[in-house]
């Protein structure tokens, strides 16, 4: 796979062969993210979970110190009272029944996050082939099925992300941009493994955390030392 100047420029500073201190590895996906734009910073994961099996199935969610850099735009789905407090608490829309076919024959997925009160989850149930897929299906486990409308967009706003695993039990976060400063970085990077370490499944035989890269969106990843999260 032919790579472009600046990432083979950046992979030079990179020793693949080392894993280096979350502070050390942060310095450098920061000094290789070097594009035109406000690079994302992404933490990837590899577990010794096996997804298939329910109990070892990783779904949370955390607020990050810094927030991702990221505007979020929130959709609410709620009536009455709770579609009202939702306004108010600054969702960036809210509906009901009337979303579906908006969503379901119009294509509009013009939002990151979706929350619902549990009262509405049989109309949202409605649209879990198209949410599903795109990881936008809310769940109690994420705080994003809830009577709190206020709390759940407040948080997102703030800097709430989801993690779970993929189909190859990795976990695939963002942990700021590249704009952030080092000391913001980290403390988002610490929070969110504080939040998986405490997640690791009880069920769990062998290795947890299997390793763990951080990577800025047009940069090479750099791994990250595991010792002090094996415990």
Not at 2 to 8: D, E
Not at 60 to 79: D, E, I, N, R
Not at 93 to 98: D, I, R, S
Not at 177 to 203: C, G, H, R, W, Y
Request: hydrophobic content about 40%; some cysteine.
């Amino acid at each position: 796979m032919k790579r472009g100047k600046r990432y083979v420029d950046g992979a030079k500073k990179v020793d693949r062969t080392v894993q280096y201190e979350s502070a050390d590895a942060i310095k450098l996906v920061k000094e290789n993210a070097t594009a035109k734009f406000d690079e994302t910073i992404e933490l990837h994961i590899r577990t010794g979970c096996d997804g298939r099996h329910a109990e070892q199935q990783i779904r949370g969610a955390v607020v990050l110190p810094h927030g991702t850099g990221k505007t979020v735009k929130v959709l609410v789905f709620a009536k009455g009272a709770k579609a009202e407090e939702a306004e108010a608490a600054g969702a960036d829309f809210v509906g009901g029944e009337e979303l579906i076919p908006k969503i379901q024959n119009d294509n509009w997925f013009d939002f990151d996050v979706v929350v619902a009160t549990p009262d509405m989850m049989g109309v949202v149930g409605r649209l879990g082939r198209v949410l599903g897929p795109k990881g936008l299906m809310p769940n109690p486990k994420a705080g994003t099925v809830t009577m709190d409308v206020t709390k759940a967009v407040n948080d997102i706003k703030a800097g709430k992300i989801e993690y779970r695993l993929d189909k190859t039990n990795i976990i695939h976060v963002p942990i700021g941009k590249a704009s952030f400063t080092e000391e913001q970085l980290s403390d988002n990077f610490q929070a969110i493994m504080d939040a998986i370490v405490k997640a690791k499944p009880t069920s769990l035989k062998g290795q947890y955390l299997k390793s763990v890269v951080l990577t800025a969106t047009m940069g090479p990843g750099v791994k990250v030392s595991t010792a002090k999260y094996v415990g």
